[in-house]
């Protein structure tokens, strides 16, 4: 009996159902890949304009309130509310914003402080 090299059906089915296995493990671990990768997207962009309007709105002097606004088609939400301190001691304000786009939401909070004769009356 003479013997030929190569494959036999049952290897190559073996293969083939290893190949497609491992596909379909490659496949779901990139469409997790791009989905992360867009909310990461998102997140960096609530993030990004965030820090513009805490930037913007901190830069001169601050007074308690609300403030609201529009920055590049992400709505925000800024509460200040000043802290209690000493009489002479500089004030610190507490800032809490809302950044909203579509239904993304991030809450973002941080203190500043000013000196007290930067204070505003209230």
């Known amino acids: 009996m003479k013997r ?7 290897e190559m089915l073996a293969a ?3 190949m ?6 490659l496949l779901v671990a990139f469409g997790q890949s791009a989905r992360s990768l867009l909310q990461v997207q ?7 304009a965030a820090l513009s309007v805490f930037d913007q709105e ?30 002479g ?3 610190l304000f507490r800032l809490d914003l809302t950044v909203r786009e579509g239904p993304r939401q991030a809450q973002f909070s941080t203190l500043k402080l ?4 930067d204070k505003v009356p209230l």
């Open 4 to 10: 030929q090299a190569g494959f036999t059906l049952l």
């Open 16 to 18: 083939l159902m290893l």
């Open 20 to 25: 497609a296995i491992c596909s379909t493990v």
């Open 42 to 48: 998102h997140s960096d962009r609530l993030t990004h």
């Open 58 to 87: 901190a830069a001169g002097p601050l007074a308690s309130g609300i403030r609201q606004g529009n920055l590049a088609g992400i709505a925000w939400h800024l509460h200040i509310a000043q802290q209690p301190t000493r009489l």
């Open 89 to 91: 001691q500089p004030c």
């Open 114 to 117: 000013r000196a007290a004769s």
